[in-house]
């Protein structure tokens, strides 16, 4: 399949990924997980091997069996991208090829590790995407990170690498919302074609109204429905029913992000869907820790108050 920005837009589901007692992947839980959140009537396209999916605690022999197992399930009609969280060059190349191999459309490239701590320059991301995109030639989407990481880049940059032919869509995940009107103005003036998706939990609604090409969010997992009836209702410019949704979602985005440390926001997705009857088992893999039974609950009660449990 080749992908243009315009194949990218509506809810991408960033997959969670259940793993058994003994550590081993769940893939019955897995399919399960994909039964629940791509659905075609509330999913537009599927990414996988990301945060949500623990890609770091995984191995490449893994990561392949994931996509491989996901476009197994959901066909060749909807877009799949996979994540490549690089060290460096040469293992983005690896990474992304790897992916492409087992059926990925998209590689999505996370910084790497040497342009974090707010020390590279505004060339530098340019420079590492503009070599990889010529030696690949594949559709590629860029990770922003938020930009209190040190990890996400400056919005000259995100504008000049959206300019690259290959670059399809930038899942949005600055942080702030001064950053995502700043970014999404400046990538549409100078890629109109490159899909911006947003990704800040704590805006989703303010982002659409903003302006946004869909939604890229691990929440999806769990709350596919909500996701894309707030998507429905920013397309349909319908104040009312965006609000209606966002009002929905609140409580579970409290839950789910709200408490500390945020990095454990898609074990607490787990639980949501362990508590649904979609997975058995919702512990993460190490360095990740399983959550506490007050979080737990917290997630439980969200779930009644948006009427999903």
């Not at 623990?54 to 996509?67: G, M, S, Y």
């Not at 990704?199 to 969010?217: P, R």
């Not at 979609?278 to 399983?290: F, H, K, Q, S």
């Not at 959550?291 to 999903?308: F, K, N, T, W």
């Amino acid at each position: 399949m080749i992908l243009s920005g315009h194949d990218l837009g509506g809810i991408t589901v960033a997959t969670v990924l259940p793993f058994k007692a003994n550590g081993a992947i769940d893939w019955a839980g897995y399919e399960a997980v994909l039964d629940h959140s791509a659905r075609p009537e509330t999913t537009d396209c599927v990414f996988v091997n990301g945060h949500a999916g623990e890609a770091t605690a995984l191995t490449d022999a893994e990561r392949a069996e994931v996509i491989l197992r996901t476009r197994e399930q959901i066909g060749r009609d909807r877009p799949l991208m996979a994540g490549v969280i690089p060290t460096g060059y040469p293992d983005a190349v690896r990474q992304a090829e790897a992916a492409r191999e087992a059926g990925a459309d998209v590689a999505v490239i996370f910084p790497a590790e040497a342009l974090g701590g707010g020390n590279a320059s505004t060339a530098a991301p340019v420079k590492f995407m503009e070599k990889l995109a010529g030696e690949l030639k594949m559709p590629l989407s860029v990770f922003q990170f938020p930009l209190a990481s040190g990890f996400g880049f400056s919005t000259k940059a995100l504008a000049e690498i959206a300019m690259i032919p290959e670059v399809v869509a930038i899942k949005e995940g600055s942080a702030t919302m001064l950053a995502y009107e700043e970014n999404w103005r400046a990538v549409k003036k100078a890629a109109p074609d490159c899909a911006i998706l947003p990704s800040n939990f704590n805006w989703f609604m303010a982002q659409l109204a903003v302006g946004g090409d869909g939604i890229l969010s691990g929440l999806a997992s769990l709350t596919p429905g909500l996701l894309a009836d707030l998507w429905r209702a920013s397309r349909a410019m319908d104040l009312a029913a965006m609000r209606a949704a966002s009002d929905r979602l609140h409580p579970i985005v409290r839950a789910i992000y709200g408490p500390a440390p945020v990095i454990d926001m898609h074990t607490r997705m787990k639980e949501g869907l362990k508590l649904m009857g979609v997975i058995d088992n919702a512990a993460p893999r190490l360095p990740l820790l399983p959550q506490s039974p007050e979080i737990v609950e917290g997630v439980r009660v969200a779930l009644i108050d948006a009427g999903l449990l």
